[in-house]
């Protein structure tokens, strides 16, 4: 791929330079408090950041952080997580309360070398994520204004097509910085010739969202295991009765055509732990999966399913793991997820875990992150990497 990187740029020297990076610090906050609950995402950009900083770049970061509408929502407010880096970076950040009116301008005009600003939230401006070239082209002009370089480190955002990812690298010299290089990198190898057996397993609560990766990757893998809130689409499509479960009743025929095109490499849960109401306290039992109760929902796999999982694993060379196998924040239904995620991790398989939630699971089940080959920041990014989408900030960094 002919895309110019973060070194290429420190050789050109950057010190003395403002240099525009586009992080996803779109990290998960806690409901009440709107605390971070999980800073992965923000650890995961600080090795572009402390490069620049190293070489005397006057650094200008921004990101998007949740779904506001295009204009300013306290609760989607990127101050924390300014605080947050600042102390991951030992030294403070400067938080711009605007993302490109006075506080960001004169922000930016104060910064000296090696500092690091912040700009607030990017979608409280209508322009980021605009339909309309022109209108996204127009917020573009105002942020590569506050550049001289660009810097790409939004691994997580590289499949929208919003004014900072896709409009402000065709305005400035534009580069990949280091956290979207080596997901790139990692994600190739699994679209490329992974070592075999090449073993997938996917979770999560729709079918819906990752019926295209289905579709790319079963062609490619040896094994594919699916748990999660979607595997009970499939249970149905072959006709087992699912109770209250998560079912997305317009996917049965499609899941049914896949199952029968799969040449036995979907490997279904043969038990779950269901219980009677979606709550962390509900009553719940290990029923088959074939027989789960009309009045009972699954909400995680059970523990034979978790061993014949393990077993298909144990012998793999890659591994890709996208989404929970169950309700992992709920302690009752996390045992599937937590066990998988052992699983994995014993092998001694290239190991990539794809995703916001399987990521943010790894961490919350305080599981040790180093012995996972890749922990992606991207979770629809991978995916439809991995669909061989060609992802508009990608692209953008090719021009
Ligand atoms: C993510 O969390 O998947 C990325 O930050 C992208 O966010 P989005 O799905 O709201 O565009
Ligand atoms: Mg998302």
């Known amino acids: 791929m002919s895309i110019r990187t973060l070194d290429d740029l420190l050789d050109e020297g950057v010190s003395g330079r403002r240099v525009l990076v586009r992080a996803d610090l779109n990290v998960p906050l806690d409901k009440q408090s709107g605390a ?15 490069a620049l900083t190293g070489a005397g770049a006057k650094v200008v970061v921004c990101s998007h952080l949740g779904r506001p509408k295009g204009a300013p929502d306290p609760q989607f407010s990127l101050r924390p997580v300014a605080d947050r880096l600042g102390e991951l970076l030992g030294g403070s950040v400067r938080f711009a309360t605007d993302t490109v009116g006075d506080s960001a301008r004169s922000t930016v005009d104060a910064l000296a070398d090696g500092d690091v600003a912040l700009l607030e939230n990017l979608r409280f401006n209508a322009g980021e994520t605009s339909k309309d070239d022109a209108e996204r082209g127009a917020f573009a002009d105002q942020l590569a204004a506050f550049g001289e370089a660009y810097v790409d480190d939004a691994f997580g955002a590289v499949h929208r097509k919003h004014a900072s990812v896709y409009d402000v690298p065709a305005r400035l010299p534009h580069v990949a910085g280091r956290l979207v290089l080596r ?8 679209t490329g010739d992974p070592a075999r057996p090449y073993v997938v397993v996917l979770g999560g609560s729709k079918v819906s969202d990752k019926l295209a990766v289905i579709e790319a990757l079963l062609p490619k893998v040896d094994r ?6 979607m595997c009970f689409t499939f249970l149905k499509a072959q006709g087992h009765e699912v109770g209250t479960s998560l079912l997305e009743e317009e996917m049965v025929e499609t899941c049914g055509n896949l199952l029968a095109r799969s040449e036995g490499k979907i490997m279904l849960p043969v038990d779950v732990v269901a219980a009677d109401a979606f709550a962390p306290d509900a009553t719940h039992d290990t029923v088959r999966a074939d027989g789960i109760p009309s009045h009972r929902l699954g909400l995680d796999i059970g523990p034979e399913t978790v061993a014949g999982f393990a077993a298909a694993l ?15 924040e ?7 997820t937590r066990g998988v995620a052992e699983a994995i991790a014993k092998t001694d398989a290239f190991t990539v875990v794809g995703g916001g939630d399987s990521a943010a699971a790894v961490r919350a089940l305080g599981l040790d992150e180093s012995s996972f080959g890749h922990i992606s920041t991207g979770g629809g990014a991978s995916l439809e990497y ?3 989408k060609t992802l508009p900030g990608i692209a953008a960094l090719e021009k």
Do not use: Q, Y
């Open 183 to 190: 997901e790139v990198e990692v994600l190739s190898t699994l």
């Open 224 to 229: 594919l295991l699916i748990g999660g809130g």
């Open 330 to 336: 709920m302690p009752a239904f996390a045992n599937g």
């Open 386 to 388: 991995l669909e061989g």
């Open 314 to 328: 144990k012998g793999a060379r890659t591994i890709f793991w996208n989404g929970p196998m169950g309700v992992f």
């Open 36 to 50: 971070i609950t999980d800073d992965g995402r923000i650890r995961a950009v600080l090795p572009t950041l402390t």
